[in-house]
């Protein structure tokens, strides 16, 4: 099985799990919701350059940081239209399961806030910026939380 193919897997063995990615040898695995493992690696300083990602829900802010931390492929359960324009404006491998227009917040009342606050950027840096202000926001300002470590295979 191929690095994609791994990556799915796990998330499909593993419903607690919101985001796989698979480098050979090399697994990372995040049981936290929204984009915050992303930011967390990024925080980090970490990159998923040759990663092969599998997440369950990628709208812009996601598709954003999955570009700037230069993955290699991203397979989404959910992908909306905004997440699918900033991978093919920057050349990303990308599938998905299942096509949105958008991405809800979780209440199910309007848009999510991350794409809310990431809307008309294409810019990936400038995404991570504008995603990391909201999270501080609605968190209260405090360090997000890093990603849950490795899962061996």
């Known amino acids: 099985m191929n690095d994609i193919g791994r990556a799915r897997a796990i998330l499909k ?3 607690a799990l919101t985001c796989a990615f698979v480098r050979g040898e090399e697994i990372w695995t995040s049981a936290e919701r929204g984009v915050k493992p992303l930011v ?4 980090e300083g970490k990159r998923l350059q040759g990663f092969s990602c599998a997440d369950r829900v990628v709208g812009r802010a996601a598709a954003l ?3 700037l931390l230069g993955a290699k492929e991203v397979q989404a359960e959910v992908l909306s239209r905004a997440g699918e324009e900033v991978f093919k404006a920057h050349k990303t491998a990308y599938g998905c399961d299942i096509f949105t227009e958008r991405i809800v917040n979780r209440a199910g009342t309007g848009l999510c806030p991350m794409e809310l ?3 008309g950027i294409s810019d990936p840096a400038e995404g991570f910026h504008a995603i990391r202000k909201k999270l501080k926001e609605l968190e209260g300002g405090g360090r997000l939380l ?3 470590g490795k899962v061996p295979e």
């Open 40 to 43: 967390a690696l990024a925080e």
């Open 65 to 67: 940081l999955y570009v």
């Open 146 to 148: 890093s990603l849950k």
């Open 13 to 15: 063995e593993n419903a």
């Open 117 to 119: 606050a990431t809307e």
